[in-house]
């Protein structure tokens, strides 16, 4: 069965950085393309990041572009998000979904990152 | 860049049809595939259609996508409502350098 355990939330205070990390299995890691999406509490779905198979293309939502960096071990089944200068509307659950723009079919069940002072 | 446009939300009786739209603004919905992803109450989004009217292993066949070229915009139509149904529904495409999803139809069956 394909799973996909995200980790890394928590408590962050304004301007400070996380590490998201997800890992994958189930599934041959290093074919796929992986996503990032967010969720803010009450909110709906939003895209932050995507990256290609074997990481050499990566893609940023607007709002996070400069801040987060999406990367992937592909030796270890693992998907990560460096996010930089959190901001208090970063606050959200964060999915790592297999699949890229058109063919997304497992979401991990999210780690929840609060920014907050 | 473009976005998804979906109703807010809609509601229909169990054992009837409802159709939610999805409208792309900013270019042709034709050129890229859509996706639906349906969210319960406190999970995880699962899909339900991909490449515009393909359902994954384990949907039953009463959802259902299409696109409309005419209108730019995709529909999820779900038929037989059953209770379970009741959930929040997401449209989603892409273009060469990002993915949007749609704001989010929340669907009530009564």
Known sequence: DVQLLESGGGLVQPGGSLRLSCAASGFTFSSHPMTWVRQAPGKGLEWVSAICPNGDCSYYADSVKGRFAISRENSKNTLYLQMSSLKVEDTAVYYCVKGGGYEKDYWGQGTLVTVSS | ?110
């Not at chain 2, 919905?29 to 359902?55: C, K, M």
């Not at chain 2, 209108?71 to 009741?86: F, K, M, P, V, Y």
């Open chain 2, 1 to 110: 860049n473009f976005m998804l446009t979906q109703p807010h939300s809609v509601s229909e009786s169990p054992g009837k049809t409802v159709t939610i739209s999805c409208t792309r603004s900013g270019d042709s919905l034709a050129s890229n595939y859509v996706q639906w992803f349906q969210q319960r109450p406190g999970s995880s989004p699962t899909t339900v259609i991909y490449e515009d009217n393909q359902r994954p292993s384990g949907v039953p066949d009463r959802f259902s996508g299409s696109i409309d070229s005419s209108s730019n915009s995709a529909s999820l139509t779900i038929s037989g409502l059953r209770t379970e149904d009741e959930a929040d529904y997401y449209c989603q495409s892409y273009d060469s350098s990002s993915q949007v999803f749609g704001g989010g139809t929340k669907l009530t069956v009564l």
